[in-house]
């Protein structure tokens, strides 16, 4: 069993920037990956970031590109969101993930789950 632990949501303006850092308890599979989700209210799930552990190739959904960005720490075994340029609509709750046999966008697809952070932005 792995366990995702998140922090550093919170309530920010439009145009700001906030960091989430996501530390789990343990490695898993060589092939694993990590993700950051979020799910607003009334919305599904959406892919938000990820990176493949082992290559360190990142990936971002379309409405982030060039305001997020994911990076790691091996020694740590954690995983960071850096949201820049915030807007209203960033808004939801973020959730990390872990995915033993390699990337996905597909939240289904994730073995182990964070408890979620919130993520506020005002205008």
């Known amino acids: 069993q792995v366990q995702l632990v998140e922090s550093g949501g919170g309530l920010v303006q439009a145009g700001g920037s906030l960091r989430l850092s996501c530390a789990a308890s343990?490695?898993?599979?060589?092939?694993?990956?990590m993700g950051w989700f979020r799910q607003a209210p009334g919305k599904e799930r959406e892919f938000v970031a990820g990176v493949s552990w082992s290559s360190g190739n990142t990936y971002y959904g379309d409405s982030v590109k060039g305001r997020f960005t994911i990076s790691r720490d091996n020694a740590k075994n954690t995983v960071y969101l850096q949201m820049n340029s915030l807007k209203p609509e960033d808004t939801a709750v973020y959730y990390c993930?872990?995915?033993?046999?390699?990337?996905?966008?597909?939240?289904?697809?994730?073995?182990?789950w964070g408890q979620g952070t919130q993520v506020t932005v005002s205008s």
């Open positions: 343990r490695r898993t599979f060589s092939s694993y990956a």
């Open positions: 993930a872990l995915e033993e046999l390699g990337f996905s966008v597909v939240a289904g697809d994730y073995d182990y």
